[in-house]
């Protein structure tokens, strides 16, 4: 059976009317939106949400750390202050439902699974900004009980138990921890001098438990870790590890000269392959 995806990088406020027309237009069974939808305003936010509820395309959308927070919570945890942001907080889940309604009748995802034919996408933790700590963890402990990483992987094991296919597909809004640690590895660390992993350690739990569960996970899908580097050169976008693709689909600004950024994911029973298109 062939599964042919549509994987929307980080938007940061790029998409329009022609995005809608032209992402449908390509017969995919399912488009997925690894986050951050919009830079610093909120409405600008908002209003790639409405854009992107226009699609005929069933589509799934993890929110990411842009996705929500005030920009003072999101200084904040930058600058490890997360106590301020944690006043915040009731902006952060007011906002979270706003978004959920802007994109109805897509479905905003976050520790769930959803089928698509004979495979299940399984999203991972929202807002995550990566690395080795618990993003917005005011917000995670009253929206979702979380208030550790081990938790956070404790509840993608369990979405994962929940899966009642063979085939299971990841998306979260950073891709997991193991996959290298230069500044231009997939998902390493290119904002210090040290560079290393920037991965989130509990979505690498999640899946090293379906392996062990025997679960073919066909692709690992994220973005955040946008793919041109601060200061200059370019990440690996795309890995193949233990039978698995890794993606990170963050083309930022995902709108250039080539025109406008999506990757085409296929799947078959032979593998799956990663396409970037500029349409
Ligand atoms: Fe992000």
Do not use: K
């Amino acid at each position: 059976m062939h599964t042919h995806l549509i994987v929307v990088g980080d938007i940061h406020g790029h998409w329009s009317a022609a995005d809608v027309e032209q992402l449908d237009s390509e017969g995919a069974d399912a488009i997925l939106v690894v986050g951050d939808l919009a830079g610093l305003r909120w409405s600008a936010t908002l209003g790639v949400a409405r854009g992107i509820a226009a699609l005929r395309t069933p589509t799934l959308v993890l929110p990411g750390n842009h996705d929500g927070p005030h920009p003072g919570q999101l200084l904040a945890e930058v600058a490890g202050q997360q106590q301020l942001g944690d006043w915040l907080t009731g902006t952060l889940s007011r906002r979270v439902e706003a978004l959920r309604e802007a994109l109805s009748p897509h479905t905003l995802v976050g520790y769930s699974a959803h089928r698509i034919g004979g495979l299940t996408v399984v999203a991972g933790r929202p807002h995550s900004m990566g690395g080795p700590t618990l993003s917005f963890p005011g917000h995670m402990a009253a929206a979702w009980s979380i208030e550790t990483l081990e938790a956070s992987a404790e509840r993608l094991c369990e979405v994962v138990d929940a899966v009642d296919t063979e085939d299971v597909l990841f998306l979260a809004h950073n891709g997991p921890t193991g996959l290298g640690a230069t500044r231009d590895a997939i998902f390493g660390c290119d904002f210090r001098r040290e560079a290393g992993d920037w991965g989130d350690p509990d979505l690498a739990v999640a899946v090293e438990h379906a392996r062990r569960r025997g679960l073919r996970v066909r692709a690992v899908v994220a973005g955040h870790m946008h793919r041109r580097l601060r200061g200059g050169g370019q990440r690996r976008w795309r890995e193949c590890r233990d039978d698995t693709l890794y993606l990170n689909a963050a083309e930022v600004p995902r709108v250039a000269r080539q025109g406008r950024h999506h990757v085409r994911l296929d799947l078959t029973p032979e593998g799956v392959t990663a396409r970037d298109c500029w349409l």
